[in-house]
């Protein structure tokens, strides 16, 4: 499977959707995934909005947990890549990142410091 590196300039907005979630590899089984290291799989998904109102959602797969991830927060996503699969007559786009992180806070308009 080869990967897509995506350059996250040019996606606009991210913001979380969902909270980081462990990742299941399989829906009956509820065993959650792992890497080779054994560390855990989680998925966030990640509203994108580039232009205007459209907005897409999509899912990131990262290894270990995201901290301070939460619904709502604006993120940076590191390391983005995207890969195509196909099983059976299903086929799609899945993502992968090397982190997610919470934004840095902006500092509040009309403050210069000093007094």
């Given at each position: 499977?080869?990967s897509i590196p995506v350059d996250t300039t040019r996606l606009?907005?991210?913001?979380?959707?969902?909270?980081?979630?462990?990742?299941?590899?399989?829906?009956?089984?509820?065993?959650?995934?792992?890497?080779?290291?054994?560390?855990?799989?989680?998925?966030?998904?990640?509203?994108?909005?580039?232009?205007?109102?459209?907005?897409?959602?999509?899912?990131?797969?990262?290894?270990?947990?995201?901290?301070?991830?939460?619904?709502?927060?604006?993120?940076?996503?590191?390391?983005?890549?995207?890969?195509?699969?196909?099983?059976?007559?299903r086929h799609g786009i899945s993502f992968r990142a090397a982190?997610?992180?919470?934004?840095?806070?902006?500092?509040?308009?009309?403050?210069?410091?000093?007094?």
């Open positions: 499977m080869q606009g907005v991210l913001r979380c959707a969902v909270a980081p979630e462990p990742k299941m590899s399989g829906f009956e089984t509820k065993e959650v995934k792992k890497d080779r290291d054994g560390n855990t799989i989680y998925t966030v998904a990640v509203m994108v909005r580039q232009d205007g109102r459209r907005v897409s959602v999509i899912e990131i797969s990262v290894t270990g947990e995201p901290k301070g991830v939460v619904e709502g927060a604006e993120v940076r996503v590191t390391g983005l890549e995207a890969f195509s699969w196909a099983m059976g007559d982190a997610i992180t919470p934004a840095p806070a902006a500092a509040p308009a009309g403050k210069t410091g000093g007094a």
